[in-house]
């Protein structure tokens, strides 16, 4: 990869093999002798590859004795009279996630990715990733994903809809098939049907009946029929990583100076990313001017913003994340 590089969704931006299990083989034991002539008896030195079946110690004598190979592998330590055979390795990738471009690459960390459009984060997906062309089922916030909207002429599309509850929606959606599923919530009875299925399923907003916010509804009918990047990994609060939706601009060769960092100021809209209202919208009413004490003891810079439902809070300027 190189700065100013385009990359696609599922393209692999970095690789790495991952050692799978080891075998710590006795040879003394095995052969019944001191470690010191066991040690002389082992035939592989370390880096060789065996297969299931090969010599890797014999004793000689009028009495011979050989010990085998269990599986394949590969010699990683020899010492002490003991073989360490690594069990083949798992090649662990790192996809893009999404269509956009390549701000900076950084040396033996990774990449900073970039791209312009809406990007809608999520509470619940089933591990996989792909992209298609994005129709949206929903004709308003609540209105359920029944079975009878499923048919074949939404083949190779990322589906957007309201609540699925019905495990008949996914298994035709798994027949026609779709490319992706986006819901605002899914019914937790059919979360393990979800799970196995071959292609992103993500819930939005919630698990059960629960419908979209205005805000979310809100992008996704103004960017309906436009290509969508559905990376629906699980929600890890440790990491940080959630399951998310990217909708690229269309046609876009560069990246605005929208992506560069933005000022906070009154009237923007922002999500709040910590408790006690976790991912929810609101619009900054004034910035105090000095910095504000909190329970833990901090000091921050701080925003008074009015929540969707009217009610006002103080919040850090760090626990806003400004939607543009």
């Known amino acids: 990869m190189k700065n100013g590089q385009p990359i696609s969704t599922s393209e692999v931006i970095a690789s790495i093999e991952v050692p799978g299990k080891h075998l710590d083989i006795d040879i003394a034991r095995a052969l ?6 066991a040690a002389r008896a082992i035939v592989p030195k370390p880096g060789d590859t065996i297969q299931k079946g090969d010599v890797i110690a014999r004793r000689g004598g009028m009495l011979t004795k050989l010990v085998y190979s269990p599986a394949d592998g590969r010699v990683v ?85 309201g609540p699925c509850l019905n495990p008949e929606t996914l298994r035709l959606a798994s027949e026609i098939p779709l490319r992706g599923l986006v819901v605002s919530s899914i019914a937790p009875g059919i979360l393990d049907l979800a799970t196995n299925l071959p292609f992103p ?14 805000h979310s509804y809100q992008i996704i009918t103004n960017m309906n029929r436009r290509v969508a990047c559905v990376n629906a990994v699980p ?49 900054i009413k004034t910035l105090l001017p000095d910095a504000r004490s909190y329970p833990s003891g901090v000091y921050a810079a701080s925003a008074l913003c009015v929540l969707e439902n009217g009610e006002e809070t103080i919040q850090p300027l760090v626990n806003l994340e400004v939607i543009l």
């Open 235 to 283: 929600w890890d609060r440790c990491s940080g990583s959630r399951p998310e939706v990217v909708i690229p601009k269309r046609g876009e060769g560069h990246i605005s100076e929208l992506l560069e960092d933005v000022d906070y100021k009154a009237g923007q809209l922002v999500r709040i990313l910590q408790s006690p209202y976790p991912w929810e919208t609101a619009r």
């Open 32 to 37: 019944g002798l001191d470690p010191i002539r």
């Open 201 to 214: 399923i993500m819930a939005l907003i919630g698990i059960g009946m629960v419908p979209y916010d205005d």
């Open 77 to 161: 330590e020899s010492s002490n009279a003991r073989v360490l055979i690594e069990l083949g390795s798992n090649p662990l990738v790192v996809q893009a996630g999404f269509t956009g471009l390549v701000k900076e690459v950084i040396p033996e960390r990774g990449a900073i990715l970039v791209a312009e459009g809406a990007i809608l984060q999520g509470v619940w997906g089933n591990g996989r990733l792909a992209e298609g062309l994005m129709i949206c089922l929903a004709r308003n916030r609540i209105e359920e994903l029944i079975p009878d909207r499923m048919d074949v002429s939404l083949r190779g599309s990322v589906v957007f809809g």
